[in-house]
Every structure is written in structure tokens, then in C-alpha cells.
């Protein structure tokens, strides 16, 4: 009888430390991938959405009771609101500027726009220019990451290279001292550009292709608390911060069912 008094003694002490425990932070919440917004009526394609669309999903997931959150909060440790989502953009397109910032703005939404830094830098006019992107974060609605400085095989139009090399891959025979200097220092360049057009280190790299390679994992996480893979599944940042997944989310993808709220 003594000894049933003691476990149920010690059970009764581990649920009150349970109790007294801070709560653990929420650990499914939902990323969301877009890439480039078109007018309505234009064709769209699997990287694009039109206007109506990305509102559409916005005042969907306000509608539902999702907050939107940033990778900087995350790093910080901030805790997630009872539910957090995430959403994203690839590549630093000026439709994010002229087209989405204004629906970030009437909605009170967040995003992170992942640059693919070189085409910034080159001025290219189909993309952000660094006045737009300061402008984006002055507003505190949108934080800027990298999504590499140039590996996007743009010279092929951003299909795999020939040799099978996509983003952060090695190409097949590279020695570690080739990859280091066409990949990480490329990291590098992307993270210091960042940071010194926009006055602080960035938070957040995005994988280009969602593809990652031991040889840059070191470089990656020195330089970025937080980064981003494609693929579509939950993230959990109670688990960890690196190589979060996404869910691309395109013109046929239905907010309602993806995230299982019918």
C-alpha cells in the first residue's frame, strides 16, 4: 500500500510541474509560397496568381481567424498566436511592390519576399528595386530574405543546368574549393548585399528550388536563423527554425481544403 502512495505521490507532483510549465509554443503552422502577381484576366501559370486570387486567400485567412507572422518573429523567440501563418514570396517580382504590398496594407497581412539579390542589383524593371523594398519594410509588414544572390541557372531561363546542378547543389566532380566559391561565397554576397541596402542582416534564406546540400548547410545557418525548403507539409518552429516547408500555393489551390477548414 506504501508503495502505490509513492507513485501516485510522484504522479501527482509531475502534473503539477506540468502545470506551472510555460506553454509550449503552437507547433503546426501553414507556409504559403507565391511567386509573381498578374492583373486579372491575364493567364497564369504555376508561378503566378492574379489580384482577385491573392485578396481572395487574404481575406479568407483573416476571415478564419489566422494570423499572419514573420521569420523575424520566430528568431526572436515571439509567441505564436493561436493560428500562425506564414506567407511568402519567391524571387522579389515588382508585381509584389505595385500589386501585393497594397493588399498587404488594406488587410493587415504579413509576408517575407525572398530576393534573388543580383536581378535587384541589376535593376531589372520586371523586379523590386531597392527604394520599393525599403519602402515594404519601413511599413512593418514585410521582411526581406534571400533567396540566394545569382544561383537560378538564369542563363537557361531557371531550368537545371546540364550538368544536373540546381541552386545550392554541388555539380557533379566540383571540388570543395569550387563550390565554395560559386556557392557560399554567392550566400555571402547575397546576405552582405542585404543587409547593406537595407541597414540590417537578413533573417531568413530560401533555398533556390527548394534543393539543399550538405556542403552549404554550415554557411547557411551562420549567416540565416531561419530558412525555407518546398515542401508541402506543416512547419513546425517549436521543432526548429531551419529548412521550414511550404505549400506553393497557385490559382487552382483552395485555402479551405489545403488547410483542412471545409
Not at 496568381?49 to 518573429?73: I, N, Q
Not at 509567441?79 to 497594397?102: C, H, Q, W
Not at 519576399?113 to 509588414?141: H, K
Request: contains cysteine; proline residues 6%; glycine residues 6%.
Amino acid at each position: 500500500m506504501r508503495r502505490r502512495w509513492q507513485i501516485f505521490a510522484v504522479i501527482l507532483c509531475a502534473l503539477a510541474l506540468i502545470l506551472l510549465l510555460p506553454p509550449r509554443r503552437s507547433g503546426r503552422m501553414p507556409i504559403l509560397t507565391y511567386h509573381h502577381v498578374v492583373p486579372d484576366g491575364n493567364e497564369c501559370n504555376e508561378m503566378t496568381v492574379t489580384v482577385s486570387k491573392l485578396e481572395g486567400d487574404l481575406a479568407w485567412l483573416r476571415e478564419h481567424g489566422y494570423t499572419t507572422v514573420l521569420p523575424g518573429e520566430l528568431a526572436a523567440g515571439v509567441e505564436l498566436p493561436e493560428k500562425p501563418v506564414m506567407i511568402t514570396f519567391d524571387d522579389g517580382y515588382r508585381s509584389n511592390y505595385e500589386l501585393a504590398f497594397p493588399l498587404f496594407e488594406q488587410y493587415g497581412a504579413k509576408a517575407v519576399i525572398s530576393l534573388i539579390v543580383t536581378l535587384t542589383d541589376q535593376e531589372n524593371p520586371s523586379f523590386c528595386s531597392w527604394y520599393m523594398l525599403r519602402e515594404m519594410e519601413a511599413s512593418g509588414l514585410v521582411e526581406i530574405g534571400s533567396h540566394s544572390y545569382a544561383l537560378h541557372n538564369l542563363e537557361s531561363g531557371g531550368e537545371p543546368s546540364a550538368d544536373g546542378a540546381c541552386g545550392v547543389q554541388r555539380r557533379r566532380g566540383e571540388s570543395a574549393q569550387t563550390f565554395d566559391a560559386r556557392v557560399l561565397d554567392d550566400i555571402r554576397r547575397s546576405h552582405a548585399r542585404l543587409t547593406e541596402e537595407l541597414g540590417s542582416a537578413p533573417t531568413v534564406f530560401c533555398f533556390p528550388f527548394g534543393i539543399t546540400d550538405p556542403a552549404a548547410q554550415g554557411c547557411v545557418e551562420a549567416l540565416f536563423p531561419v530558412s525555407f525548403v518546398t515542401r508541402p507539409q506543416m512547419a513546425d518552429p517549436a521543432h526548429s527554425l531551419r529548412y521550414l516547408p511550404r505549400f506553393t500555393v497557385t490559382m487552382d489551390v483552395d485555402l479551405a481544403i489545403l488547410l483542412n477548414e471545409n
